[in-house]
Every structure is written in structure tokens, then in C-alpha cells.
């Protein structure tokens, strides 16, 4: 008989609005993010400040599900 190499978790919370919010968050900042990478180069005097705001947005949508929300979940 073989057992299953992973195996479910008894809370795994896939239906709590916690883990929603860490997927549906993360990806309308990675798509803002996308957007203002493609604006910043069609505005004249914004422009850098405009890629660096999608540079922080595209950092942002990264680090909330990676490292953010595994440290808030540890402290609880």
C-alpha cells in the first residue's frame, strides 16, 4: 500500500478570506504594477517616478504572499 507523498492538512483554511486576500491582492498589484511600467514610458516629466511606483507595486505583489503573510501567520 503506498501513501500519498502529500498529505492534506486538517485546517488548511483555503476557503477563509485571509487566503483569498493573499491571492487576489497580490495579483491586481502585480497587474497594476505591469501597467505602470507601460505608462512610464509615455509620460515626459512622471516617468521615473512612474516605473519606480511599478517597481514597488511588482515588489509588493511578491513579497505579501511570501514573506509577509507567513510572519503575521507565525506571530498569531
Known amino acids: 500500500m503506498s501513501y500519498p507523498v502529500i498529505e492534506r492538512r486538517e485546517d488548511d483554511g483555503?476557503?477563509?478570506?485571509?487566503?483569498?486576500l493573499s491571492v487576489v491582492f497580490p495579483a491586481i498589484l502585480f497587474l497594476?504594477?505591469?501597467?505602470l511600467f507601460a505608462v512610464a514610458f509615455n509620460?515626459?516629466?512622471?516617468?521615473?517616478?512612474?516605473?519606480?511606483?511599478g517597481i514597488?507595486?511588482?515588489s509588493l505583489a511578491f513579497a505579501i504572499p511570501t514573506t509577509i503573510?507567513?510572519?503575521?501567520e507565525d506571530r498569531a
Open 56 to 58: 514597488a507595486a511588482v
Open 32 to 35: 497594476l504594477g505591469l501597467a
Open 43 to 53: 509620460v515626459d516629466d512622471w516617468g521615473a517616478w512612474v516605473f519606480a511606483g
Open 69 to 72: 503573510l507567513p510572519a503575521l
Open 14 to 20: 483555503s476557503g477563509t478570506p485571509g487566503r483569498m
